[in-house]
């Protein structure tokens, strides 16, 4: 069964410091895809970035960047000089392809980790 | 307007009432999901939809039931509400997959529910 763990529950930060929230997932598949998703205090899901498996390359959206590693089963999101505005629940989240080679489109999510970036 | 509704946006019941929560969305989407959200538990999946007339369980279907009533519109019922119940919950919707690749899911705004 997939499984994606984002152990750091809680991160504080102060204005423009840097941040990364961690991400390790587990799943028997070689396709897979991997999501982060943003929770901001208003309480809905905003969708960041989507990675499948076959692309290992890093990305990078404005402050944003995305560090995918197979060999560690890592996707981590790092924020640069972070600001108030990303104090957030942020959650990793893991989805399958099934054996027909369709992916169900079922996401798997991390426990969510809260940054609170102070002023 | 918003692709992904969802009615009410709060609500606070009583054990063993019955309860049903609504989505509806515009997105054209033929695929529905259903989570809930618990504190330290990140979201997890109740029941999906691929289409009119296909609903499967999720990780955490106990209590719950589902009706897919058209392609725009997914119903989440407790039949039986219980004080663990209590949670915020999500509806969701994804497209045909990209070439190559698998769409995201499109979340509302979510219902939180309460149970005394």
């Known amino acids: 069964a997939q499984k994606v763990t984002q152990a750091q529950t809680e991160i504080s930060v102060v204005e423009k410091e840097d941040v990364t929230l961690d991400c390790v997932y587990e799943t028997r598949d070689t396709t897979y895809y991997l999501f982060w998703y943003k929770q901001p205090p208003s309480g809905e899901l905003v969708f960041l970035i989507r990675r499948n498996s076959f692309d290992e390359q890093n990305e990078i959206s404005g402050r944003y960047s995305w560090n995918f590693q197979k060999s560690t089963s890592s996707f981590n999101f790092t924020i640069t000089a972070s600001q108030v505005v990303d104090s957030a629940v942020y959650f990793c989240a893991l989805s399958e392809e099934d054996a027909g080679g369709t992916s169900y489109g079922k996401l798997t999510f991390g426990q969510g980790t809260i940054l609170t970036v102070h002023p | 307007d918003a692709d992904v509704t969802q009615t009410p946006r709060n609500r606070i019941t009583k054990t063993g009432k019955r309860i049903m929560l609504e989505c509806s969305q515009t997105k054209g989407h033929d695929r529905m999901y259903w989570y809930r959200q618990d504190p330290g538990l990140g979201l997890r999946l109740i029941y999906y939809?691929?289409?009119?007339?296909?609903?499967n369980k999720g990780e955490i279907s106990d209590g719950y039931s589902v009706s897919r009533q058209a392609q725009a519109k997914f119903s989440l019922s407790l039949e039986s509400a219980i004080p663990n119940q209590t949670a915020l919950y999500f509806c969701?919707?994804?497209?045909?997959?990209?070439?190559?690749?698998?769409?995201?899911?499109?979340f509302g705004p979510g219902t939180r529910l309460t149970v005394l």
């Open positions: 969701a919707t994804s497209g045909e997959e990209l070439a190559g690749g698998y769409n995201e899911q499109f």
């Open positions: 939809s691929f289409d009119v007339k296909d609903i």
